[in-house]
């Protein structure tokens, strides 16, 4: 059951990281001269990064105590948090 549930939810950190991903993507091809093209680069950056923060800090918290005792999956989420904020 747990592992179902943790596999939902990176399905779902995975799914919204791809969304922000693709803002981030048309930021970076907006033509040079677009008003607040700088900007809105900077603002989706920053955002891009406080979600990644929440789904590291999240994974993390999972790991410590939501793990059902599953060495592999605790492992696993403290890699990749640790990746995710290197």
């Known amino acids: 059951m747990f592992k179902e549930v943790a596999t939902g939810f990176e399905c779902e950190v995975l799914f919204i990281a791809c969304k922000r991903l693709v803002r981030i993507e048309n930021c970076v091809f907006a033509l ?12 989706r950056a ?5 979600f990644s ?3 590291a800090k999240t994974a993390r918290m999972v790991a ?3 793990s059902s005792g ?3 999956l605790a492992e696993a989420l403290l890699s990749s948090a640790s990746q995710v904020c290197a």
């Open 32 to 43: 040079v001269g677009t008003p607040g093209r700088e900007q809105n680069f900077n603002d």
């Open 46 to 50: 920053q955002q891009l990064q406080q």
């Open 53 to 55: 923060s929440r789904a």
């Open 64 to 66: 410590a105590g939501g």
């Open 70 to 72: 599953n060495k592999k």
